[in-house]
């Protein structure tokens, strides 16, 4: 049988990440491959008549990839109100949105906000939210996720009143004289907000229904790729979500590359059907089960050595120790991948404890767990995961988005230890790329500048600096990196023969350009298996 006639593209410069000898000037694309790489000459002859793209002076690079970020969450925000920093200026300019959306709605209806932040924009507080919406329950949600604020509407749908207990790993916030101020921390929120976590009672927030589900995927999937992202792995899956993105695969709305980490909460299912890492295509595939252990950076909530430089305290477990080694010694004596939400330093020590008691029990030589965001680190816990061949999906973003608020709340001291990928690189620790969008931006360009400069894009603040990685280094975790923490480093991450033609062209060479500048560089085109996926306008 004859074989597809390629598509050849070219451009000044790609970057391929698999050439020793000099890089090529150009791909030949068939089948949703790489069929041939090198010069424009070779290839026009090995395949004449060849259709040719040429990119000018524009630098194709590997499609970038997000090992850690939240599709289905991001699916349903984009149903709801923008709370963030770029859309509001303040406490009342949010204030104003809440009322002009409660304006809108039907009578008693929710009213939910998401990636609020209270650093940038200010404190919010449950009675303001009563002023803003007297006659419906309101939810913001602060950016990581981790913890928002009810009005008392919303309190009342919830069953919450000042005698209530709050659940195990979560906390109701109260204000100084006692009562409660609407915060719902950890396990209180993700039992309300996130399917992928609810246990016990049903929530009373209703779902978004398929269609607007749909619509809201389409809205995330857009925004992502012309940001140049082309894979993405969804840390935190429930099995609606899991319906959502295969009534997206089926009716061809499914355009990224789609990794899914499963709620430990859901496990059980999977497992009685034999479902498992890798199982799935290339498209949409099981990666493995996702754990938690401890709260998060943004929200001041991961579990620590040494106190918060600012407030004191050392955060929450959310999991307790017992229920935490029997999730992980469960995954992986089924052979699976386990990936377990650990921030701080005491909470990463508990899971090397369970994952390193697993393998000794159990020995699975070539599994390979991932600690998602493992945030603080010391020379000991690079030790055991590189002993380990532990997977590390630290935040790329976080030092450009948070600035010098990270050296208020953890000490300057601490940041040096923070977001580890230099550390991790030279240890030969496996470190994928991540932003943990809705918590951080999505954008890989921004969180690759962010490893490079290690400065906060607002505020120019320098934040553990000795954590730096080259901008060629940075390009490796957002594509080889994140590839490896999803099991499919033999086919995805280079441009060479055989692997996927993923790929993102850019209008300028991030390893070459201005570090300070990479997050601005234009994305003029995002493929993938050879499909252009965005276009930029002209």
Partial sequence: MDETTPVLYRAARIVSQGHTGGEPEALAVADGRIRATGSVSALRDRFPGAREVDFGDACIVPGLNDAHIHLAIAAEDMLHLDLSADAVTDVPDLLAQI???ASQAAPGEWIRGSRYDDT?????????????????????????????????????????????????????GRSSDGRLDGRLIERALMNVVYPATARGN??????????????????????????????????????????????????????????????????????????????????????????????????????????????????????????LVRQVHTVHADGNRIGVHANGDAAIRLVLDAMEDAQRR???????????????????????????????????????????????????????????????????????????????????????????????????????PSQRVTPGEALSVFTLGSAEAEGTDDHKGRLVPGYLADFTVLGENPLTADPHGIASIPVRATYVGGERVYQAEA
């Fill in 202 to 323: 049903p929530s009373p927030l209703q779902p978004s229904s398929p269609q607007d589900k749909l619509r809201g995927l389409a809205r995330a999937q857009r925004s992502w790729q012309a940001a140049g992202l082309t894979s993405v792995c969804d840390a935190l899956i429930a099995p609606q979500d899991t319906d959502l993105l295969h009534q997206a695969r089926q009716s061809g709305q499914l355009t990224l590359r789609v990794g899914m980490l499963l709620s430990i909460d859901h496990y059980g299912a999977a497992r009685a059907l034999g479902l498992g890492s890798g199982f799935g295509d290339d498209m949409l595939r099981l990666v493995g089960v996702k754990a938690f252990v401890d709260g998060a950076i943004g929200g001041r909530t991961c579990l620590l050595d040494e106190p918060f430089a600012d407030t004191g305290g050392y955060g929450l477990q959310t999991t307790p120790t017992a229920e």
């Fill in 120 to 172: 940038k924009t200010g404190p919010l507080s449950r009675w303001e939210l009563d002023a803003a919406a007297p006659d419906h329950p309101v939810l913001v949600v602060q950016v990581a996720g981790h913890w928002g604020v009810a009005n008392s509407a919303a309190l009342s749908a919830l069953h919450i009143d000042e005698d209530s207990a709050p659940p195990e790993g979560g906390e109701f």
């Fill in 362 to 464: 159990t020995p699975r030589p070539g599994l390979r767990h991932r600690i998602e965001h493992c945030s603080v680190i010391d020379a000991g816990i690079v030790e055991r995961m590189r002993a380990l061949g532990a997977i590390a999906v630290p935040f790329a973003g976080y030092v450009g988005y948070h600035g010098g608020s990270l050296n208020r709340w953890y000490g300057p001291e601490r940041t040096e230890r923070m977001f580890a990928h230099r550390a991790f690189l030279d240890a030969g620790v496996c470190v994928a790329g991540s932003s943990d969008y809705p918590c951080g931006p999505y954008q890989p360009l921004r969180g690759m500048q962010s490893m490079v400069t290690r400065e906060g894009m607002d505020d120019g603040v320098t934040v553990g």
């Fill in 99 to 101: 009322r002009r959306e």
